[in-house]
Every structure is written in structure tokens, then in C-alpha cells.
């Protein structure tokens, strides 16, 4: 049940999308409205969607954030969070991200699908979400929450997009039936150093799994997974911290390699 009236959700949404598009920090909203419940949150998130796309903006995927069952048990909650990732979102292969652009960011190792038709719950599986995914390819997420020393709740992080800000695909593209996403594993190196590794089973056990309950999340507000969606299933290694002058190179198991600097 929304606590926040239509008016305060669209104030918090401009409050919350000023801070992305132009780079500073706030502290986070259940500071101010600590009732407000996850209706709330999600309600306020698809309003940045909107504003988004009002002014032009494609969204052009979607992730799946906190999908780790150790990061769940860590923050007291018992289910992933989802956002949507817009187009200004996607960095080439090889390409610059921007510090001047982010608050704090940080790199993340995953997992990406595109779906071949929809999906839909209550009720997806992890079988349905395989008979759907038309390709599977590595992908790395820049996220950058704009809360003050990336300190927040889960409410105030789903009303702030799941911290995205950038991504970045390459390397090879498979067919599902291809690749084991489970056993899957990856290396993430920061100027040739070695900083984190890590399998898809670290995403709910089957990043796949990811997908289905992001289809029956979506399902509670009316929504679907339309055919042709990229998504992103969730982080497989730790957030890493980068600054201005770093190099990323991730490696995944049969799915090459993906590289980006920070300028």
C-alpha cells in the first residue's frame, strides 16, 4: 500500500534523476519519509522511467540487482531488486566511462540475455526463462549510486534505479542452449590486477532464476518481459571500487572478454 501521494513521488523522482544526470550526492529519502513502503519505491523509480522517456529516451533493458543470496541475508531482505537500464546507460566495448559523470562508481561482473519472446508471471521458471532466451552474452554494469558514501536501504536504492548508471556488452554471443550460465565462470582484472572472480551459480543459484522472478516481480505491478529484452541478471563478483585512470578487463568462460576505461 503507497504511503507517498502522487505529488511526492514526482517531486522525490526529480530529486533523485537531478542527482544522476548532474552528478552529486544526496542522503537517502527514507531519511525524510521513513514510512514510505516499497509500492513506494518502485512507484517513484518507474516515474524517473517516465520522465526519461517523455523527454526521449529509449530504455533499452533491464537488470536485476541484489542477487546474491549472501548479500540478501547481509541486508535483511529476502528478495532481488530490479531497474531499467535507458540507452545513454550503454558504453561501447573498449570504451571511456566518464568519472566527471558518476558520484562513486563502482564495476560489477554479469551475466546479460536477450529474450526471443515474453515472459510473463506469476509463475515463470527457470525453464520457461531457457526456452525463452534467444542469446547470452557478458556484460559489465557501472554502478554509481547517487546516496553519500553509497550508505542506503534497500527502498531508497530501488527509488534511486538500483544504482545504474552505465554498462558495457561484448565479447561472444551464444545461444542458450550453448552455455552452462551456472558453471560459468569469469576474472575481473583492474590494470592487470587480478580483483575479484566468480561463477553464474553466485546469481540465486541459475541466472536464469534471476530472469523468472524479475517476470513474476513485474507481474505484481501488471507488467511483463516483452520479447527482445536485454537483461542483465545480476552481479556475479563484489561491486570493486574504480577511479579516473583505471583500465577494466573482465574474462568469462567461453564468452570472451569485455574491456573499459575510466577517463
Known amino acids: 500500500m503507497s504511503t507517498l501521494s ?17 552528478a552529486f550526492d544526496v542522503t537517502k529519502i527514507t531519511d525524510d519519509y521513513p514510512d514510505m513502503d516499497w509500492e513506494d519505491a518502485y512507484d517513484i523509480q518507474w516515474e524517473i522511467r517516465r520522465r526519461k522517456e517523455a523527454r526521449g529516451t529509449k530504455v533499452i533493458g533491464l537488470k536485476m540487482g ?28 573498449g570504451g ?4 566527471d559523470e558518476l558520484v562513486h562508481p563502482k564495476v560489477e561482473a554479469e551475466i ?32 554509481d549510486s547517487r546516496y553519500r558514501d ?11 534505479n538500483a544504482s545504474s ?4 556488452t561484448g565479447g561472444n554471443v551464444k545461444r542458450a542452449e550453448e552455455v552452462d550460465m551456472k558453471t560459468l565462470g569469469v576474472v575481473m582484472e583492474i590494470n592487470g590486477e587480478v580483483v575479484a572472480t566468480g561463477a553464474g551459480a553466485a546469481v540465486l543459484g541459475h541466472p536464469a532464476a ?4 524479475l517476470a513474476n516481480m513485474l507481474a505484481e505491478r501488471g507488467e511483463e518481459i516483452p520479447a527482445g529484452t536485454f537483461i542483465m541478471t545480476g552481479g556475479i563478483t563484489a561491486a570493486v571500487g574504480v577511479k579516473a585512470g583505471d ?17
Open 96 to 99: 571511456a566511462v566518464k568519472i
Open 150 to 160: 553509497f550508505k542506503f536501504d534497500l527502498k531508497s536504492v530501488v527509488a534511486d
Open 247 to 263: 583500465s577494466v578487463c573482465v574474462r568469462y568462460q567461453d564468452l570472451g572478454s569485455v574491456s573499459l576505461t575510466i577517463v
Open 112 to 143: 546479460a540475455i536477450i529474450t526471443n519472446k515474453p515472459l510473463r508471471g506469476p509463475g515463470c521458471t527457470v525453464a520457461h526463462v531457457l526456452a525463452a532466451t534467444e542469446a547470452v552474452l557478458p556484460a559489465v554494469e557501472v554502478i
Open 66 to 93: 541484489l542477487t546474491s543470496y549472501a548479500k540478501m541475508k547481509q541486508m535483511g531482505v529476502e528478495t532481488p531488486i530490479y531497474a531499467f537500464l535507458a540507452d545513454y546507460f550503454n558504453v561501447p566495448d
Open 6 to 22: 502522487r505529488s511526492k513521488i514526482a517531486e522525490l523522482a526529480e530529486h533523485l534523476e537531478n542527482a544522476e544526470l548532474q
Open 165 to 168: 548508471a552505465r554498462f558495457v
Open 210 to 213: 534471476s530472469v523468472a522472478m
